[in-house]
Structures are given as C-alpha cells and as structure tokens.
C-alpha cells in the first residue's frame, strides 16, 4: 500500500474521531438535560448524526471513483450530444424566402413571385403562372398552402 493512501486514511480516521468526539460533547450535554423518556432518543440521534456523514462520505467516494473509471460505450453514448443536422444554406434561405413571401405581399410580388416564374419556365411549364390575391386582412401575401399548390404544379409538370 503506497505511504500517500496510509495518509489519507489517518487523516480521515482523525477526522471521525474529531467527529465522535464533538458528538459525544453535544450528545452528553443534552442528555444530561432532558428527561429520562427521552434520553433514548438523544442517542439515535447522535448515532444517526455520525452514521449520516460517514454514510455521505462514502457515497462522494465511491462517486468519485466511479467517474474517474473509463467510461463504457454505452455511457459515453447516454452523455453524448446528438448530432447536429446539418441543413444547406441554398434550403435555409429557400425557406426564408417563403416565409418573407407569406409576411409581405411586396416581397412576395417583387421577389419570390419572379423566381417561381423563373423555375416554371425552367421547368417547362405549359402556359402562364397565375399569380396569387394576397390575403386582404391582414394584409399579407398569399397563404403557405397557396404557395404550397404553385410549387406543387411547377414541380409536377416536366
């Protein structure tokens, strides 16, 4: 046994003798005090006082060297961050401009309205686009489904 572990456990050993001393003081003097029914439960108490710390000591110990082991897989998978989806910056702002289109009929009008013209010619697209009414109240651009429908023929047709 390394002399540094000897150490530790004398030290420790003072420690609880410290303890049970300093309980014992507490414990006698109170005993002294109150009434003979109830001394009984002066000592418990004292009892479970000191069995508490001893217990709590033991506890961070063994937590302690617990977290300093190699972690399995299996716990190194429990604490691991979930991977992070990675989006491309060309769909970011594809939705971007959807939800800008549906917030403001000027930027769906003087925006996203061209480029889905643009796709629709693209694509090849049978006859013109009709552009859709922006909502009257509150004054926006067109619904998400409406411009769900439109990107729906663009893409259907080839």
Do not use: C
Request: glycine content about 6%; hydrophobic content about 40%; overall charge positive.
């Amino acid at each position: 046994m390394p002399r540094h572990r000897k150490r530790v456990w004398v030290g420790l050993l003072g420690r609880y003798l410290m303890l049970v001393i300093v309980l014992g003081l507490i414990a006698t003097s109170v005993y002294a005090v109150v009434d003979a029914n109830d001394r009984p439960a002066v000592v418990r108490l004292a009892v479970a006082a000191f069995v508490t710390v001893v217990l709590v000591h033991a506890y961070n110990h063994m937590r302690e060297r617990l977290e300093d082991t190699q972690q399995s897989a299996f716990d190194e998978a429990r604490r691991g961050q979930p991977a992070e989806i990675k989006i491309a910056p060309m769909v970011v702002r594809l939705k971007e401009n959807v939800q800008h289109g549906v917030a403001s009929p000027r930027y769906f009008k003087e925006s996203l309205w061209p480029r889905l013209v643009r796709l629709s010619e693209e694509r090849g697209h049978r006859g013109p686009l009709q552009e859709p009414p922006g909502r009257r109240w509150p004054r926006r651009g067109p619904s998400l489904p409406v411009i769900a429908e439109i990107v729906r023929r663009i893409g259907g047709e080839r």
